[in-house]
Nanobody
Framework: HVQLVESGGGSVQAGGSLMLSCAAS????????MGWFRQTPGKEREGVAA????????YYADSVKGRFTISRDNAKNTLYLQMDSLKPEDTAIYYC???????????????????WGQGTQVTVS
């Protein structure tokens, strides 16, 4: 079982930056594909970004390309999401997730991930 705990959410003005972190259970982060999703009330969870175990492959939603950067530090079992040039429409609960495999056509699907964190709120005003 993989446990994921997000942190780093908060309130920021439009144009500002935040970095989210996701701490994973020991000995798991190096073998799992990981991703960030977000959700607003009344909407489905949306895939934001994803990264392969060796950080070779990265995917981003069109809405965040050029503004968000996903990275991971396997030695620290931590996933990151650097969010710059934030917009009010980025306001959401952000979740990290881990799965055993994804592709260019599945990385953004909830079903591609097995484990989920509890989420952290990001508010952009």
């Amino acid at each position: 079982h993989v446990q994921l705990v997000e942190s780093g959410g908060g309130s920021v003005q439009a144009g500002g930056s935040l970095m989210l972190s996701c701490a994973a259970s020991r000995y798991t982060s190096a073998i799992y594909y990981m991703g960030w999703f977000r959700q607003t009330p009344g909407k489905e969870r949306e895939g934001v970004a994803a990264i392969s175990p060796g950080s070779i492959v990265k995917y981003y939603a069109d809405s965040v390309k050029g503004r968000f950067t996903i990275s991971r530090d396997n030695a620290k079992n931590t996933l990151y999401l650097q969010m710059d040039s934030l917009k009010p429409e980025d306001t959401a609960i952000y979740y990290c997730a881990a799965g055993q495999r994804f592709s260019s056509s599945t990385w953004h699907l909830e079903g591609a991930y097995t484990y989920w964190g509890q989420g952290t709120q990001v508010t952009v005003s």
